[in-house]
Structures are given as structure tokens and as C-alpha cells.
């Protein structure tokens, strides 16, 4: 039963939790948290831990998620388990082994910390249902918190600036692996979080960090403006293609009623000599 229970947890680790991507996430949170002492033993330390956490989270995370997946990605292995409680108890002994481990390396302060994100985690799956963008944002919040968790005591700036730049970024890459929509907001985010990823260093270094923010910021408005002129994949999902799917004047209509709608390509005039007065 054990050796069986075992076997799923790392059948579901080889499928979501690959090391060759987490892996780096862990060095960046400990490099985050420990700076310049992320190469020392504590700092080694930190990053094995910041592994565990990221493991606790993300399992939790597919738990929840269960019944989304069975729709949206049927091919991962909790949506298509009928018996999730090896899963279960393992979110449990890894969240107890893990704020034990805080409390060992940074203090019980730290431990209390990670039980209240815990906490505060489980109510948010419980009130809110829904999927996307708030949702997403809220949920990448633990990284800045796991930032602060693995820090040395006190938090200084530059670990508070640094879990800035985490969140952001992840927020960033968390926006281009899903791929804009084109609805107005989803630019603008990700210019927001670019912009923090610049701007959290004068947190630390004022002179340093402010020669690059007005570039950027020129740099991320023409990107912002480049993705909302490209049409979505689907009509309607764009400002600019709901425009080109406005009513048309009277005569117009009448004749680009005989094309159907999918078959209209946006910039080509519909009005071809019709065999019909």
C-alpha cells in the first residue's frame, strides 16, 4: 500500500513537478531570500527547502484543481484519479515537515509565517471558484511570501525588493505562457509587472536602477500596443476585430449577408459586384 501510494506521488512529480524547471525556481527563490549567503551551507539549505515548499503548493494547487483539469487537461494525473489520498497526505506531511524545517533554519517566527499563508491559501481555494486573472495573481503571491519565509532575519530591503522582482516576474511569465487575449488588460499587467522588475531595485540602488526604467517603459508600451492591434483567434475577442464586426450601413449589410461571417477576412472589402440589384 506505501510502496503503492509512493509510486503515484512520483508518477504525479515526473509529470508536474520536473526538475529541470523547478529546480531553478528553488535557486531563485533561496538567491532571493539568502543573497550573497545562497552559496553557503544555510543557503543550500534554503534552496532544498524552497524545493519542498514549491512541491507542497503545487500539489495542492492540482488537488484543488481536479475537477477543472478533467475538462481543461485531461491528460494530467489527478484529473483522471479516482483515489486522490496518497495525494492528500502528502500536502499534509509535506506542509508539516516544511514548517518544521523553517522553524529549525530561520526561527518559529518563520514557521507561524508559513502556517498563516497555508491558511490564508486554503480560504482563497475555498471562497473563490473561479479561474483567471485575479485568481492566477493571487495564487503567484506565495513566491514573495516564500521569499520572505527562507530570508535571514531582519528583512531588510533587499529581500523585500527582491520578492518584488519574484512575483513580477513569475506574474510576467505566468501572462506569456498563457498567451494574451487582447481584452485591454492583460498588456497593461504585464508593462506593470515589467516596470516592477525594473523599478524594485531603487528599493536598494536609486542611481542604478533609474537608468533603465524610461527605456523600458517606452519599450513595453509599444509591445503592450503591437499585442492589442493583433487580431485574437477568435472574433470578437479584440477591440480592433469587434470594430471590423460593427453593424454595417443598409446596403452594405444586405449584400455581406450572403458571406458568412467566418469566411470575411478583416481589411477586405465586401463590397463585390453582386448578381442581385
Known amino acids: 500500500m506505501l510502496t503503492s501510494s509512493l509510486e503515484s506521488v512520483g508518477a504525479w512529480r515526473a ?35 524552497a524545493l519542498s515548499l514549491v512541491a507542497q503548493y503545487r500539489l495542492w494547487d492540482d488537488l484543488v484543481d481536479r475537477a477543472v483539469d478533467r475538462g481543461a487537461h485531461p491528460q494530467r494525473l ?13 500536502v499534509v506531511v509535506l506542509a508539516i515537515g516544511n514548517t518544521l524545517a523553517l522553524g529549525l533554519l530561520r526561527g518559529w517566527p518563520s514557521a507561524l509565517g508559513a502556517a498563516l499563508l497555508s491558511a490564508s491559501l486554503a480560504l482563497w481555494y475555498r471562497r473563490h471558484r473561479a ?13 514573495p511570501a516564500l521569499v520572505v519565509l527562507l530570508a535571514p532575519a531582519p528583512i531588510g530591503p533587499s529581500a ?3 520578492a518584488l522582482v519574484v512575483y513580477a516576474a513569475l506574474c510576467a511569465f505566468e501572462l506569456l505562457d498563457a498567451g494574451f487575449e487582447c481584452t485591454g488588460a492583460e498588456p497593461i499587467v504585464f508593462a506593470a509587472h515589467a516596470f516592477a522588475i525594473a523599478a524594485a531595485p531603487l528599493m536598494v540602488r536609486p542611481g542604478v536602477a533609474a537608468i533603465g526604467i524610461g527605456s523600458l517603459c517606452l519599450a513595453l508600451t509599444a509591445f503592450a500596443r503591437r499585442v492589442c492591434r493583433t487580431p485574437g483567434p477568435y472574433p470578437g475577442t479584440c477591440p480592433h476585430q469587434r470594430a471590423l464586426n460593427a453593424p454595417l450601413p ?23 459586384p453582386s448578381p442581385f440589384p
Open 15 to 49: 509529470q508536474r513537478l520536473p526538475l529541470a524547471r523547478f529546480a531553478p525556481l528553488a535557486l531563485m527563490l533561496a538567491w532571493a531570500a539568502c543573497g550573497d549567503a545562497a552559496a553557503s551551507a544555510r543557503g543550500f539549505a534554503a534552496a532544498l527547502l
Open 78 to 90: 489527478l484529473a483522471a484519479c479516482t483515489q486522490p489520498g496518497p495525494f492528500v497526505h502528502a
Open 131 to 143: 479561474r483567471g486573472l485575479v485568481h492566477a495573481h493571487v495564487l503567484l503571491l506565495k513566491y
Open 160 to 162: 523585500l525588493a527582491a
Open 250 to 272: 443598409l446596403r452594405e449589410r444586405s449584400r455581406d449577408a450572403r458571406i458568412p461571417t467566418c469566411a470575411r477576412e478583416p481589411g477586405v472589402s465586401s463590397l463585390a
